[in-house]
Each structure stands twice: as structure tokens, then as C-alpha cells.
């Protein structure tokens, strides 16, 4: 592993040490512990995070250096994947953007709070039945009518919950 100070990778590759330096702080040089640059593995690097649809920029500071630019064909595929991959993650953020402005989706958390208040709302009821109607109970003797009255308190119970329902949409 070959290693050199920043100005001497910029005399070995024809770039400024400006150039080296952008390079740097974008992250397309691999350093050392100690600081020094790692020849081969920061050229293919750059080669790997070189922006394909730029050849003309490429060409340009080539020829300005004096220096041959070959074709490879290795430096498109990972900044072409990392683009793709990028765009289809802005497309899904759009799209979640889109559908909660619409109203077709909301935060998880809210539709948990709303589904506990629902089913706290049709336990409270459901648990008052026992106390408001063992009396009227107690006191019947047909089983039809026990079970009309009981069936009718449910459904008060199940209306309660479903107006609740309809005034969280």
C-alpha cells in the first residue's frame, strides 16, 4: 500500500491540491491513521464516485493536465446504483408526502391512540351494563324478554362505539 502526503497525490494524478482537498472533503480519498493518502485504493474510489453523465468536465481538466482519459466502464455501476437507490428513496418520501397531505395516510401513533380510546370507550360501556340493568333483570321472568333487553344495551353500546368511530375519521 503505497502512501503519500496530499500535494504528492495531486502531482501523481495531474490534479491541483485544490482538487485533492474537494476531493477530501467529499469523502473520495481513503486516509491513513496517520494522514497520508492510500494511492491506489483513493484512485479507485474516485474512479467509483465519478459522476458519469460529467465526461465532459472529465475530459476538459484531462486535457488540461495533459493526460489520456481511458473508458471504464467500472465507474458507472456504483454511481448509477447510489443515484437509482437515492431517487427511489425521494420517490417514496413524495409519495408518503402526497398521501398524508391527502389524507389517505397518517401517523401510526394516531391511529394506535384513536384505536385505544375506541376500545376504551366499548369497555367502559360494556362494563356498565351489569350495574344499570341487574334490577330490571332481577326482576323478569321470561328469558325472551331478558334477552331482548340485553341484546338492546349491547347495541346502545355498539352505537356509542361506532359514533365514536365516525367522529375520528
Given at each position: 500500500m503505497a502512501?503519500?502526503?496530499q ?11 485544490a482538487a485533492?482537498?474537494?476531493f477530501?472533503?467529499a ?18 474510489r474516485i ?7 460529467r465526461?465532459d468536465?472529465?475530459?476538459r481538466h484531462a486535457?488540461?493536465?495533459g493526460s ?8 458507472g455501476p456504483?454511481f448509477?446504483?447510489?443515484r437509482a437507490l437515492?431517487?427511489h428513496?425521494h ?27 375506541v ?5 367502559t360501556?360494556?362494563e356498565?351494563?351489569?350495574d ?16 331482548a333487553i ?10 356509542k ?9
Amino acid at each position: 500500500m503505497a502512501t503519500v502526503n496530499q500535494s504528492e497525490f495531486a502531482k501523481i494524478l495531474g490534479y491541483s491540491r485544490a482538487a485533492v482537498t474537494q476531493f477530501k472533503k467529499a469523502g473520495r480519498l481513503v486516509m491513513t491513521e496517520d494522514g497520508l493518502v492510500d494511492v491506489e485504493a483513493s484512485k479507485q474510489r474516485i474512479k467509483e464516485t465519478a459522476d458519469p453523465n460529467r465526461d465532459d468536465v472529465v475530459q476538459r481538466h484531462a486535457s488540461a493536465r495533459g493526460s489520456n482519459i481511458e473508458d471504464d466502464s467500472d465507474t458507472g455501476p456504483g454511481f448509477q446504483e447510489a443515484r437509482a437507490l437515492k431517487e427511489h428513496y425521494h420517490a417514496l418520501q413524495a409519495k408518503i408526502d402526497y398521501e398524508t397531505r391527502i389524507g389517505e395516510l397518517v401517523e401510526r401513533a394516531e391511529v394506535e391512540r384513536d384505536w385505544v380510546e375506541v376500545a376504551t370507550v366499548l369497555r367502559t360501556n360494556l362494563e356498565k351494563i351489569p350495574d344499570s340493568m341487574a334490577s330490571v333483570l332481577a326482576a323478569e321472568t321470561d328469558s325472551s324478554r331478558v334477552h331482548a333487553i340485553l341484546t338492546e344495551q349491547i347495541e346502545k353500546v355498539l352505537k356509542k362505539a361506532s359514533d365514536h368511530i365516525e367522529r375520528l375519521a
